[in-house]
């Protein structure tokens, strides 16, 4: 039976403390596509291990398929198989034609068409389902005993997680635990807790699932229950004494339902010390996605670095992840360029919009639109899919500022690093107990003009590798097609030297294509045909050189000096 770190809403285990998240599936099934949208990005683009929820309402088998064959081609592994809640107008669920009729129906299905693929998670109700619940608030212990026995039906069945309703009577949760185990459930029980964050809500969500409120619950809220920042503050103290009394008795795993609203949640989590707010540390100077397929990666060109989405997308067709070393990249089978790479989620564009598409009357207009960028003024970039710059860019932001109105466009760089605690918060990753070291790196595009005063000063300093390439791939390097250059890299207690970020010839010719797209699908494309701005960026497009500077003296180099009379 298959076993996947998995889990919904917000999940941590403790004491390893790896945290999970889990997409809702929209009442009957109302919102499928953007679930399998978030679930793929929450895993692949977010990184976090994602569990989707799938429900049996108006879904056909067909359409049960297609959604699992789409986080499967993802590389999401978990899924948490409901029965659903009748759709939005109708009381009772209905078995649709084709469709099946409850979640064990769901359970069978995905065990025996994709074996041992999914780790599967199934519901319980510490009070018994809602359906079960009579006027009195409680199900009567026939119910009760059905529906445990049940929920003992679809673990056989190959369920191998519950995740519970959630509840405020922590004793009925542990009590409903107990009772599982003695008809011989054995898979592990996550208590679903919600935090309070407001009043309303919670009675709302508490009729609606029909939950038992304790009296000292109602007692505590009753006399601040019209002071929204009193309730908050209750709830994460409430969720952190339940969390507590939980995790004494031995469960490990915690699930935070959020509803969006992830505050309070990691309020409770910082509570139990189970994360801390400081040592929130990037495991890769990039990102690595949780997805199966993708788990050893542990190398890439330095070229995509704010294009995270972009590369997945182009090297998601490879059968193997670069590991240790980079490799022989003399032939990077990249995924072409498609409309894909461009993109964009409508928030962002309306901040393009906003910051970018302004009227430019010479090149020094787009010279200032990068300084300010690098100063911090502008939130967004057409050429990064990020919101602002990274935290290790704030230390070279002024002289990135300086160069960039000089007529060095840049749309990527890494200041030197000789030795930094891993876990320092502006350059660290890879946990604590380790340093970590870099080159000195900068992306930009300049004119031609520049980039030959650039070369000729480059020849006096031998510690500098450069290579240049305009659209037409007309090609300037003092390094050779097959040279790979680490520009990032660690030591680790006990580990080999992980080398995470390359500068290499040939991922460089790929990138530059869409470097230079970007040009006119994510910035001229805002202007309307024919405008002058337009035909401006036109011209810087068609005419620059992207060019990759970086400086291999990490320890005594000063990558900005070469700039100093350009
Ligand atoms: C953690 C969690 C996440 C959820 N996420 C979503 C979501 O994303 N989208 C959404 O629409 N809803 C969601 N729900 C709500 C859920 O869909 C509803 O509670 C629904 O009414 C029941 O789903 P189920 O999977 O528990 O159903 P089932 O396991 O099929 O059970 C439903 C009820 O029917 C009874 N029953 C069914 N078949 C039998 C049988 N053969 N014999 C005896 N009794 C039977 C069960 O005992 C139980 O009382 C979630 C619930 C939980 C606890």
Known sequence: MAWRTCSSGWTAWWPTTRHSAT??????????????????????TICVETMMHLTCTNM?????????????SNGIQNVLALRGDPPHGQDKFVQIQGGFACALDLVKHIRSAYGDYFGIT????????????????????????????????????GADLIITQLFYDTDMFLKFVNDCRQIGITCPIVPGIMPINNYKGFLRMTGFCKTKIPAEITAALEPIKDNEEAVKAYGIHLGAEMCKKILAHG??????????????????????????????????????PTNVFRVKEDVRPIFWANRPKSYLSRTVGWDQYPRGRWGDSRNPSYGALSDHQFMRPRSRDKKLHEEWAVPLKSVEDIYEKFKNYCL????????????????????INEQLGKINVKGFLTINSQPAVNGER????????GGPGGYVYQKAYLEFFCSPEKLTALVDKSKA?????????????????????TDVNAVTWGVFPAKEIIQPTVVDPASFKVWKDEAFEIWSRSWASLYPEGDSSRKLLEEVQSSYYLVSLVDNDYINGDLFAVFADL
């Open 23 to 44: 997409s809702r599936w929209g009442a009957g099934g109302s919102t499928a596509d953007l679930t399998l949208d978030i679930a793929n990005r929450m895993q692949n």
């Open 60 to 72: 056909p088998v067909e359409k049960i398929d297609h959604a699992l064959q789409t986080i499967k």
């Open 122 to 157: 199934v519901a319980g109700y510490p009070e018994g389902h809602p359906d079960t619940i009579g006027p009195d608030g409680v199900a009567s212990n026939e119910s009760y005993q059905s529906d445990l026995l049940y929920l003992k039906k679809k673990v056989d069945a």
């Open 251 to 288: 469960i490990k795993t915690l699930h935070l339902y959020t509803l969006n609203m992830e505050k309070s949640a990691l309020a409770i989590l910082l509570n139990l010390g189970l994360i801390e707010e400081s040592k929130i540390s990037r495991s890769l100077p990039w990102r690595p």
């Open 376 to 395: 911090g003024k502008l939130r967004s970039s057409p050429w990064s899919e990020l919101d602002g710059l990274q935290p290790e860019t704030k230390i």
């Open 422 to 429: 891993s876990d320092s918060s502006s350059v660290g990753w």
């Open 461 to 481: 300093l031998p510690f500098i590798t450069f290579m240049a390439v305009n659209k037409e791939g007309n090609w300037k390097a003092n390094v050779n097609q």
